[in-house]
């Protein structure tokens, strides 16, 4: 599903049950383009009421999956002065209830607050390295939850 800021994809996620238990694909490589494939990922474990974010990559395009086991809402503001959709924002609750792939392009500004009850799980395939190969390059993020005057804010 194409959302309301160009480059940002909303892909709602399937899960596959049988006796065992479930099973979801969380990207193909064939739905995603080659531009956006991952060469790292992550887990990260966010507490309820918590946020992460706001922050913004220059190269990198992140492809975050929210899969429970609670909710997160999850916050977009186009940041790009080139692109069609400059100033659009969206808001979406995707987690335990609504399981979901988002890719986020550079210049797309994004955060999240775990607006559940419990514990969540956030994972996370980046198509950069954090901090480059060996971690030896500068980290591209700019932070903007440190900022009063950001116009990027996360409700509490």
């Given amino acids: 599903m194409k959302s309301e800021i160009e480059g940002v994809i909303v892909r709602y996620l399937k899960q596959y049950n049988d006796d065992r238990g479930w099973l979801v694909e969380l990207f193909r490589q064939d739905e995603i383009g ?4 991952p060469v790292m990922s992550y887990v990260s474990l966010t507490r309820p009421g918590i946020v992460r974010g706001p922050h913004e990559h ?14 997160f809402r999850l916050y977009l503001w186009d940041n790009r002065k080139e692109s069609s ?15 979901a ?5 550079p210049g797309v500004v994004h955060g999240y607050k775990n607006i559940g009850s419990r514990d969540g799980l956030v994972y996370n395939a980046a ?30």
């Fill in 34 to 37: 080659s531009g956006v494939c």
């Fill in 58 to 71: 220059k190269d990198q395009t992140d492809l975050f999956c929210f899969i429970g086991p609670s909710t």
């Fill in 85 to 99: 959709t400059f100033g659009n924002s969206i808001k979406l609750d995707l987690g335990e209830d609504r399981w």
């Fill in 101 to 105: 792939a988002v890719i986020v392009p």
């Fill in 127 to 156: 198509n950069r390295l954090y901090a480059g190969e060996g971690r030896n390059e500068p980290v591209d993020e700019i932070r903007h939850e440190d900022d009063t005057n950001s116009p990027f804010k996360i409700e509490n």
